[in-house]
């Protein structure tokens, strides 16, 4: 029997409705949906009586072939997507009444608490040719949580450009807006993205945990000696501070958090960012608009003139943001910026490939802080490799995935006044390599490798990641 995936079918929960969820455990089924006289049933084993199926549906049956693994995920959450079903079906039902925006807010609320629950940080809401797809980015990683029909692609569309006060008649432009939440007490700031596609829009909402912004740097999770070093360079009140690394590595996180530890009344902090994602008391937030041309450089040129003792830019995007960072940062003001780059020594290689004079660059920088996210092996399932190694198996506490939440793995690298000697005199970034050798520099590699060895990860997430 060929073996298929449960992500290929819009499955009709309803069938669900009579049916004890022990039964499925016990036949290792799940029904899928209804095909004139046939129920179709996912099953992982190849010697099911039909008999006593059949007279669980009171109809015929027909057998697709899935992993096992399938039908425990899809059984772990069976009563929330149940929930969705009903309120999906309800919404649909009612279309040309008023009520029908009742159930499909009702609908994306569900969605967000039960986000909100499992760690989730972006809901992916993506229209095919048939099917509205719903995913769901947990530790940095998509799952496929359900698969509607495509008829209920309007109402999500507009019901959440409602919330966020959007044109609903707008299909063939991006559109971001964002609306608050307060979900079991806590309150919460959801960022839309709406992207035109060839079957509809992809919609993706980026859930924003105000409670990210009260982190101090203690919490995030560094070593003791990283911390120090970045709390250190945090008293200082002149110079460049980078925090580089990908898009999803926990850049934004830690930026807030180092602005936390230096915001007081005696300071003046002002940030430039696109867009803002969370809001701070006491720091002034520029929210970079391009449609009324307030870009980064149009900011950062008057920004000098607001008396601040502390800048945060969001990204340095290219020449003429760096170079008016390196001013700010000469001028006697600490700068604190992101700029994406694999490692801290290649940072160095990008501020110099921006063109800008390698003598303003060692007279400036004072710290590269690059940083990944690694996921955790789930205590419950993992198992050892080898000797030195643990691998993921997946288990109900994990999703199946064999990881539970993420742990950040960093490099510092302080612009001493060796390595600002070798800026300044040399383009070869090798000759910074050699000096941190000599010096035991750990880099993002070596601790990398030590959460491999204290069973904290796999090595195979090591590898995707460093």
Not at 80 to 87: A, C, N
Not at 225 to 233: C, G, P, V, W
Not at 426 to 431: A, D, G, L, P, V
Request: net charge neutral.
């Amino acid at each position: 029997m060929q073996c298929k995936s449960l992500k290929e079918f819009n499955i009709d929960y309803s069938l669900l409705e009579n049916i004890d969820n022990n039964l499925l455990f016990e036949f290792d089924m799940m029904p899928l949906y209804k095909e004139q006289l046939f129920v179709i049933v996912a099953t992982s084993k190849t010697n099911l009586t039909v008999d006593k199926i059949v007279t669980i549906f009171n109809q015929p049956i027909k057998f697709i072939h899935v992993l096992h693994q399938e039908l425990q995920f899809e059984w772990k959450n069976l009563q929330f997507k149940k929930k969705l079903f009903l309120l999906a079906t309800k919404a649909l039902d009612t279309i040309e009444n008023e009520s029908k925006n009742s159930y499909i807010i009702e609908f994306i609320d569900e969605v967000l608490r039960f986000s909100i629950e499992n760690n989730v940080s972006d809901i992916h809401y993506e229209c095919f040719e048939k099917s509205v797809v719903l995913r769901l980015r947990i530790d940095g990683v998509l799952n496929q949580f359900f698969r509607f029909d495509i008829s209920l692609y309007t109402v999500i569309s507009s019901s959440i450009k409602y919330l966020g006060n959007l044109d609903l008649s707008q299909k063939r432009l991006p559109l971001n807006a964002r609306f608050s939440r307060v979900i079991e007490s806590k309150s919460f700031d959801i960022r839309i993205s709406t992207m035109p596609s060839i079957h509809g829009e992809s919609i993706v909402l980026r859930i924003l945990d105000n409670g990210n912004i009260e982190k101090n740097l203690q919490e995030i999770g560094f070593e003791n000696q990283t911390l120090n070093a970045i709390e250190n360079i945090l008293t200082l009140t002149q110079g460049l501070v980078l925090v580089t690394g990908p898009t999803g590595s926990g850049k934004t996180t830690t930026l807030y958090s180092m602005l936390n530890k230096i915001n007081t009344t005696e300071k003046k902090i002002i940030t430039i960012e696109d867009p803002v994602e969370y809001k701070l008391d006491g720091i002034v937030q520029v929210n970079v608009n391009t449609d009324i041309n307030l870009d980064y450089s149009t900011v950062l040129k008057n920004i000098l003139r607001q008396d601040p003792d502390c800048i945060m830019i969001g990204e340095i995007r290219d020449q003429e943001s760096l170079q008016i960072a390196i001013q700010a940062a000469l001028t006697g003001h600490l700068v604190i910026a992101t700029l994406h780059t694999n490692n801290a020594i290649e940072t160095i290689t990008r501020l110099l490939d921006l063109n800008t004079k390698p003598y303003l660059i060692a007279a400036t920088l004072k710290m590269v802080i690059s940083q990944r996210l690694l996921r955790v092996l789930c205590d419950s399932c993992k198992e050892k490799e080898s000797d030195l190694t643990y691998k993921s198996i997946g288990c109900k506490e994990c999703n199946f995935t064999g990881y539970n939440g993420r742990q950040v793995v960093s490099e510092v690298l302080k612009i001493n006044s060796e390595i600002a000697k070798i800026i300044t005199n040399s383009r070869e970034i090798s000759n910074i390599e050699e000096y941190l050798k000599k010096k035991d520099f750990q880099s993002l590699a070596v601790n990398g490798k030590k959460l491999v060895f204290e069973a904290k990860t796999s090595y195979s997430e090591y590898h995707s990641k460093l």
